[in-house]
């Protein structure tokens, strides 16, 4: 049986822990000892946590044991943040008292580039093997709500377990991520930030992405991978089953210096590249935003192969905007039949200067009567896979905030907001609704409520046009070739 | 004496009005008449304003006039929200009156279509001149906060007038705009919405930001131009001498489309523009983001012309991505002579990934005075023109709101946060901060405090790296280019 012949099994205890240790544990709260061990603890109350450490007797109020042989209970999982030469040592012990999961913390291995940094990682992934997994070194850990563990800056994390899995070498590309998904509504199954790598790769956790059933959507930030080929087939055959969006980094000649010098990794060409995410399947992200932007995507909405969109705006020149953006983003505008166009043009207002896709409102203000009216026929219509509304201010709240009533008089219907939640279960269909940044306490409050609610009801928010295109563009783009690969 | 010849003298009543009455007010305050005379009067109280119509005696408490000969006093700019078939009569009451310059808010011209309408804007347009000019038909008005006019949704804007001039035939894009130059902290000295532009238009406001000398940068979103050669010739003389950074919508085929039936002009193809583009040395931005982005940059920053940028990150995975980002952007990355670069090394924690270019401070709560010595070490270096800082928390109070009391000890010096403000005047050279949106409402206040902060002291925010590294790419090509042309 290869290592990673059960690798649901072998992560189980990183994710589900029954019981944690952390040694290295320090007087000094600073310290990533005790960092860690109160992000857990706050994190996660309810998980037996026991702080190791045979210098000190109790911190921040709790016993503290002179080492894992005096635990009151099997633990399963141990996180180490001692200095690198006492590492080995203490995994070692960990293993010879059953724990089979083991996260290194502690930097001063591999990263540093010195010859004893290289040997003590060399030692460490040595100790590593079916009965006892190694996440890091030099990492933030690991982050499951499910099962209580969280990394070095997520004691604020959510509590709710989602259906993504991520993964990055770097710590704090994962403490963004895991932020930034609060802003996109999304829940986060697990993410591990897995360092230096010593045993626990991308490898692994691409095949552990495919095996585990509660992970729908795969994302992860690369920098360089170790084992292209394994790499690449972990990849094609998880792409296959699960949506599978990589951010890989360092691509420019300039980023390729910086990620040799980060975690000395080759970044490779990118020529490369390019060809890995055609042939695999996975959808390639440019940047952090494009990342998470993308993974809401597939959180929010449903499913389509249909590229044709319609763009409902709030004035003609973002009718003028969102048809670039479209195009840009490699969509279609889809085009309505003789009979739709001639109801759109009886619902839209006399001024509207667009009464073809996009279709212009005339102003951010329409009437819930109107709107409902315009989104229940281009829905049924036909004609289109997926709806964009852009610059239209979609709740009652929001219009008095912008000041409406200075300017349009219309029904005050609380459902406003609830159209898009309507369209999107009534058709089966993407929506999408964007809607800005920027403004002032009570437009951010607000917005931030609005976004929770869409969220919350499957459908996905953007903050720019292109985003929001982009975004469906790359969900269209992959169901699209997996509905080629299965009609094969 | 060509109606050109004293664009300043006649533009002048539209942005400084002695005097404004406004055409068709009515009792319902939600037409336009009445929320135009509304948001004037609310923008800017001091001015005199005076309601027209023979129906009515009184409006918001204010006495109603029956007609322009009626009015106590001399007015100099008129805002007509009058049905379309009225307004050429009351347009040559207004010049009778001495009126020079009208505003026609009203729709109902050239926009629709129909024969009377383009008959209309025609009979319209004929009744300009030297000494009667007009803005409009069908659109949002003007924007001058020195004179005390604001457009239809603008009764909030900023009273302070700044250096920017704007313009677009969109009033909803001029509205927008108007709105993100708050988050961007730039203050406009003009915008116009010109609408369909039976008089003045594109040409004329280009040579109107020329010869203004408040205005020191002009944006502009196009749809479309009526007389090509005409605004090539004013745009390259005005990109000549004042940044000028134009969005041209419509450049797709189905932008080009959206833009006939918007405003009803020829888009032009995309090769045509990035000849103009290139010819006229006009900044192109490609979105609503890029153009207020671009602004930006241009209004806080020293000039350079060096497109050499050093970016200091919070993270190691920060500054792999600040590489690409600013590979993409077409900037290079600074080279450490051996001594800068021992000197960073020194300062820089023994974990950090990357004492080269881009510099890792290893994690976003750097200490105060290490920061302080990073900066100044790379700022008189001599190897760099510019800084972009990346993922590193800049203020004591943000650092607190994101925990780092919990991970990181470092002293607490208020004047964390004062440190690019420093390095920007002591260098006179740009320094820009990226400060992610998103966050609870503590995190957005933090924020915004802070931005505004950086924007009253010549530093620039951006909300990613790579809007950062775009936005700052543009304003040294812009610089360059003149450069080259002025060596000449």
Same sequence: chains 1, 2.
Avoid at 29 to 48: C, D, E, H, M, T
Avoid at 53 to 77: A, F, H, Q, T
């Amino acid at each position: 049986m290869g290592p990673d012949s059960n690798i649901l099994s072998q992560m189980r205890p990183f994710f589900n822990p029954r019981a944690i240790a952390v040694l290295g544990v320090s007087k000094d709260l600073w310290k990533f000892g005790s960092v860690i061990y109160g992000s857990i603890r706050n994190f996660a109350p309810q998980i037996p946590l026991y702080p190791v450490n045979s210098r000190i007797s109790e911190l921040m109020g709790e016993k503290v044991y002179p080492s894992i042989s005096d635990l009151p209970e099997e633990v399963d999982l141990a996180v180490i943040c001692l200095p690198a030469p006492l590492v080995p040592e203490a995994v070692r012990e960990c293993s010879a008292h059953g724990i089979s999961a083991v996260e290194v913390i502690s930097g001063g291995f591999g990263e540093t580039g010195t010859a004893e940094g290289k040997r003590l990682q060399a030692e460490l992934g040595s100790l590593a093997g079916p009965g006892l997994r190694i996440v890091g070194p030099n990492c933030f850990g690991v982050y499951s709500p499910a099962g209580g563990v969280t990394i070095i800056p997520g004691s604020g994390y959510p509590r709710i377990a989602g259906s993504v899995g991520f993964m990055a070498q770097s710590g704090a590309l994962t403490d963004v991520f895991c932020k930034l998904s609060q802003d996109h509504g999304f829940y986060i199954n697990q993410a591990v930030s897995y360092g230096n790598a010593c045993d626990i790769n991308e490898v692994d956790l691409a095949k552990y992405f495919l095996a585990d059933e509660k992970t729908r959507i795969a994302a992860a930030y690369i920098e360089g991978v170790r084992a292209g080929k394994s790499f690449f087939e972990a990849v094609q055959n998880l792409a296959a089953a699960k949506p599978t969006i990589i951010w890989k980094a360092g691509l420019s000649p300039g980023g390729a210096k910086a990620v040799a010098s980060h975690t000395g990794s080759l970044a490779g060409s990118e020529a490369v590249w390019t060809a890995f995410f055609k042939q695999t399947g996975a959808i390639q992200a440019l940047s952090l935003e494009d990342l998470s932007d993308t993974v809401s995507a597939f959180y929010h909405l449903p499913t389509t192969r249909d590229n044709r969109v319609v763009a409902i705006c709030g004035a003609g020149g973002f009718a003028v905007a969102a048809s670039d953006a479209c195009y840009r983003a490699g969509l279609s505008l889809a085009s309505f039949d003789e009979a739709t166009h001639a109801k759109l043009t009886s619902i839209l207002p006399p001024a509207s200067s667009a009464t073809n896709n996009p279709l212009d409102c005339v102003n951010p203000f329409p009437s819930p009567s109107m709107l409902r009216d315009i989104l229940e026929t281009v829905a049924s219509s036909g004609s289109t896979g997926s709806i964009i509304i852009d610059k239209v201010t979609m709740s009652v709240p929001m219009r008095h905030i912008l000041g409406h009533s200075r300017m349009v008089r219309s029904e005050e219907e609380p459902w406003l907001e609830e159209l898009p939640v309507r369209i999107r279960n009534q058709f089966n269909m993407p929506v999408l609704v964007v809607m800005r940044d920027g403004g002032d306490p009570s437009y951010d409050s607000e917005r931030r409520r609005l976004s929770k609610y869409y969220h919350e009801n499957g459908v996905a928010v953007y903050s720019t046009t292109q985003r929001a295109f982009d975004a469906l563009a790359k969900m269209i783009k992959y169901y699209k070739r997996k509905g080629q690969n299965n009609d094969r």
